[in-house]
């Protein structure tokens, strides 16, 4: 099977399983989602849910942000880890959203990723699930799954974002980052899986026999 086909099945597949992949981190505008994002970073989902409500009960804008000592932001988001980092990061770019950008998230990649805490990834899902732009944002388990399915060969998550973007339509990009993530959690936590356990593997490679090398992001 061509590595476009394998793309197709994948994308076909996923969409049946995940018709609406809803959202998975809580929010009610741009900035709670940044911040929510943010705190995602190497903590799950569930976890950031339970902490933000707390968090944006005292600010859900960058100008009541500013407003919060960054010490009670800290005891607030510490069971999402990082929190020394995390809750400066907070912060600091809430400040420059009221300095620079009147108060609100931009909409552009390069602003975002000026902003402290905020990588490349962040400012995907963002730029995807705040305003609608087309983006791939690729973490380890969507560089990890897309290659056991044979869609990249890329060594990193840079590599893996580009070959993702030219193998499928920009209108589905951000569904199908959200429909990789929940078959993972779903299907592809194992690690020692030798690829050969669940269908989409099967079908990308009925004749597997061995495991699949995965290199690390
Ligand atoms: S067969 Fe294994 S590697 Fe492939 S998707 Fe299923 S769990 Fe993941």
Redesign the pocket.
Same mark, same amino acid.
């Given at each position: 099977m061509k590595k476009a086909e394998r793309a197709e099945l994948v994308r076909e597949r996923l969409a049946e399983l995940y018709p609406d992949p809803p959202i998975p981190l809580n929010h009610s505008n741009p900035f709670t989602l940044l911040v929510a994002v943010l705190l995602s970073a190497q903590c799950t989902d569930e976890r950031v849910n339970q902490v933000t409500p707390k968090l944006f009960l005292l600010a859900r804008s960058a100008k009541k942000m500013c407003e919060v000592p960054v010490e009670v932001i800290l005891e607030i988001i510490r069971p999402c880890g990082l929190s020394p980092q995390k809750s400066k990061a907070i912060a600091g770019l809430s400040r420059i959203l009221v300095d620079e950008h009147d108060g609100k998230v931009p909409a552009d990649f390069e602003a975002l990723e000026r902003l402290p805490g905020v990588g490349h990834k962040t400012a995907s899902v963002v730029m995807a699930q705040a305003f609608g732009v087309p983006a791939f944002p690729v973490d380890t388990h969507i560089h990890r799954?897309a290659q056991?399915?044979g869609l990249t060969s890329g060594k990193n998550v840079k590599q893996t974002e580009a070959d993702l973007k030219k193998l499928f339509p920009e209108s589905c990009w951000n569904d199908l980052h959200l429909q990789i993530i929940f078959? %993972?959690r779903e299907?592809?936590s194992?690690r020692g899986?030798? %690829?050969?356990?669940?269908e989409?593997?099967?079908a990308c490679y009925p004749n597997r026999k061995k495991p699949?090398t995965i290199k690390k992001a």
């Open positions: 799954l056991r399915w078959y %993972g299907h592809c194992a899986c030798d %690829g050969t356990k669940c989409l593997c099967r699949p």
